[in-house]
Structures are given as structure tokens and as C-alpha cells.
């Protein structure tokens, strides 16, 4: 298994430019979700989804996009880049049921200049 | 939604001592309480958790203590190593179930010094 899969690792972007964060996972897990990590604190949630077709709005939804075609695949996206998007962002996945930990991506840093 | 608090931001321990890092959290109905280390430039990865039906849990050298009533968990790492520097964050349900994802603390930069 190869857990959770981001892609790019790292990205450089001009103001108003668009790009896709790509998360995919093998694990056969239905909930995903998007976080992002700017310097020095936590982690917070963009959008997530609880299976294929469905997706809602985390605590900082604003400027990105989402779409979950399949349980393999949540794909983040960003239209109209700008420097307050310049973060760390990381893909996490977990099985439905009981409250499991997440398993996380190796993350994406974007910087938006 | 659910506020989680932590303390300190910055920890600095000589290696051997113990290390305590403190939450808060303020929905009632959480439960379940995952503590994740951050080594620089990695991903988040989970080190112990705890569920609200139990008070303590250990796993060699951390443990989680949990108190309901004050709303509050703590990570209490012994014997610390140079290995355990890293930042860690605690983390509660969004709401109820968890769904709809976790709220993370601030984190705490924990150094060890040798």
C-alpha cells in the first residue's frame, strides 16, 4: 500500500494563477480531507468528504475548490491564486466507523508570489 | 465547532526529563483524542490516542491522560531523547463523530537538549 499519495511536492505560483493538488489513496478509505499548515501553526481544514460524490466546507474554504468522482481520488483546487493561499497543504484519509487517526500525505508547499 | 487550546508553544527539556504538553478542548460531546508529532519538514504522523471511555493510556515511553469533567488531555512523554524533538499537536472532533474532521491546537515546538 502506498498510504496517501499528494503530488506536486512543490509548487511556485504567480497571483491569479490556477493549479490542482493532486491526493490519492489506496487504503479503500471513504472519508479524505484537505488541510493546510501555515508557519508555525496548526493544521486547518479546507473541505473533506465522507465518500464519492460529497464533499463540505471545512473552516477555511474560501478561494479553493473540490471535487470526489472516487474513493481513490480528492483532488484540491485553486483558482485565482494569491499570497495569503502561500501554505502548506496535506491530504489526509481514515476508515468510517469508529474515530480512527488520520493517515496524512507528504504534503504540498506552494508559495504564490 | 469544537476550540481546542494548547500549552506551551515552546518546551524545552534536558534529555532523560519528563515532558508534559497540555489541551483544552470545549465541546462536551469529543471523544476521542489523537496527539500527532511533526518532525521538520514531514507530515503529521500519530503517536497515541485516546478515547473518552478511558482515563489513561500508555504506549512505552508517552502516555495520554484525559479528565473529562475539566475538559482537558494531556501528552506526558518520559525518559525524553534527542529523537523526540519535534513539534506535537493535539487534536479533537469537529464535531461528534468526527466526520467532519478534527480541530488541531497550535502545536508545541518541544526541544531536547543534550
Known amino acids: 500500500n502506498a498510504g496517501v499519495t499528494q503530488t506536486p511536492k512543490f509548487r511556485i505560483l504567480k497571483i491569479g494563477q490556477s493549479m490542482t493538488l493532486q491526493c490519492t489513496q489506496d487504503m479503500n478509505h471513504n472519508y479524505m480531507y484537505w488541510y493546510r499548515q501555515d508557519p508555525g501553526m496548526g493544521l486547518k481544514l479546507i473541505y473533506y468528504s465522507v465518500g464519492a460524490g460529497i464533499t463540505d466546507k471545512g473552516e477555511v474554504p474560501n478561494g479553493y475548490n473540490v471535487s470526489r468522482s472516487t474513493t481513490e481520488d480528492f483532488p484540491l483546487r485553486l483558482e485565482l491564486a494569491a499570497p495569503s493561499q502561500t501554505s502548506v497543504y496535506f491530504c489526509a484519509s481514515r476508515q468510517t466507523g469508529a474515530v480512527y487517526g488520520y493517515t496524512f500525505g507528504s504534503g504540498t508547499r506552494l508559495t504564490v508570489v | 465547532g469544537e476550540n481546542v487550546e494548547q500549552h506551551p508553544s515552546t518546551l524545552s527539556v534536558q534529555e532523560g526529563d519528563s515532558a508534559v504538553i497540555k489541551c483544552t478542548y470545549s465541546?462536551?460531546?469529543?471523544?476521542?483524542f489523537p496527539w500527532y508529532k511533526q518532525e521538520l519538514g514531514k507530515r503529521p504522523q500519530l503517536i497515541i490516542d485516546?478515547?473518552?471511555?478511558?482515563g489513561e493510556k500508555k504506549d512505552q515511553r508517552i502516555a495520554v491522560t484525559l479528565n473529562k469533567t475539566a475538559k482537558h488531555f494531556s501528552l506526558h512523554i518520559t525518559e525524553t531523547q534527542p529523537e523526540d524533538s519535534a513539534v506535537y499537536f493535539c487534536?479533537?472532533?469537529?464535531?461528534?463523530?468526527?466526520?467532519?474532521?478534527?480541530?488541531f491546537g497550535k502545536g508545541t515546538h518541544l526541544i531536547i537538549q543534550p
Open positions: 485516546i478515547r473518552s471511555n478511558v
Open positions: 487534536a479533537a472532533p469537529q464535531s461528534g463523530g468526527g466526520a467532519d474532521g478534527l480541530t
Open positions: 465541546d462536551s460531546a469529543s471523544n476521542y
